[in-house]
Structures are given as structure tokens and as C-alpha cells.
């Protein structure tokens, strides 16, 4: 079975950090660029990052530039998004997604993924 279980998110102050993780198992993970998305209450989903297949390449929402940072151990078939910097307009359902693909590219478009996560509620606020 293919799956993708999102975990590491929390409360937290305004300024601090958290790490996400995004554990994959049934598949190649070789073979597939991995985004992270959110979801705030009443807003659509939007990309935050993602990751091609070796890593190499990334990519950043501008909110988070700077801020983010995104990176894949395929050997433990394991995506991470570290968290600094935290702000409220961070706070929203965090999910990890998948999709195969040739290219050691990748873009957030969350139309272009066909494996999700559940999500990770992540909560900045004072």
C-alpha cells in the first residue's frame, strides 16, 4: 500500500521552530519529487516546497524563502521540512505529497501530486 504519514507539528510561540516529517513507505521513493502544502481554515491549499528525487533541487513558496528548509534522506524514505522563524500566518493543516516522475526537478503545483498525506496541524500563535 502507498502511503505517506505527515508528523512533528504542534504549538508553538511566534519566532520558533518545528521540524515536519513526511515517512513514505510502498513505493520507490527514488523515483518521486515530494512537495510540502498547506491549508489554512477557509483558504485553499497551496505549496510551501518541494523536492526532487535526489534532493538537488528545491523549491520555495515565497512566504517561507528563507525561512524553510526542505530536505530528503531516500535511504530512510523521509522527507523533512524545518520550520524557523515561525509566524501565525504559518498556522495550517501541513501536508507531504508525492508523485512519480523522470525529472530531477519538481514544482508545487499541488495538481501534479497524486499521494497524500493526512496532514499535521501546525499551530503560531502567543
Known amino acids: 500500500q502507498l502511503q505517506l504519514v505527515e508528523s512533528g507539528g504542534g504549538l508553538v510561540q511566534p519566532g520558533g521552530s518545528l521540524r515536519l516529517s513526511c515517512a513514505a513507505s510502498?513505493?520507490?521513493?527514488?523515483?518521486?519529487?515530494i512537495g510540502w502544502f498547506r491549508q489554512a481554515p477557509g483558504k485553499e491549499r497551496e505549496g510551501v516546497s518541494c523536492?526532487?528525487?535526489?534532493?538537488?533541487?528545491?523549491t520555495y513558496a515565497d512566504s517561507v524563502r528563507g525561512r524553510f528548509a526542505i530536505t530528503r534522506v531516500n535511504a530512510e524514505k523521509a522527507v523533512y521540512l524545518q520550520m524557523n522563524s515561525l509566524e501565525p500566518e504559518d498556522t495550517a493543516v501541513y501536508y507531504c505529497?508525492?508523485?512519480?516522475?523522470?525529472?530531477?526537478?519538481?514544482?508545487?503545483?499541488?495538481?501534479?501530486?497524486?499521494?497524500w498525506g493526512q496532514g499535521t496541524q501546525v499551530t503560531v500563535s502567543s
Open positions: 510502498g513505493f520507490l521513493v527514488d523515483d518521486y519529487a
Open positions: 523536492v526532487g528525487r535526489s534532493g538537488g533541487y528545491t
Open positions: 505529497a508525492a508523485v512519480q516522475t523522470l525529472s530531477s526537478a519538481c514544482a508545487t503545483a499541488r495538481g501534479r501530486y497524486n499521494l
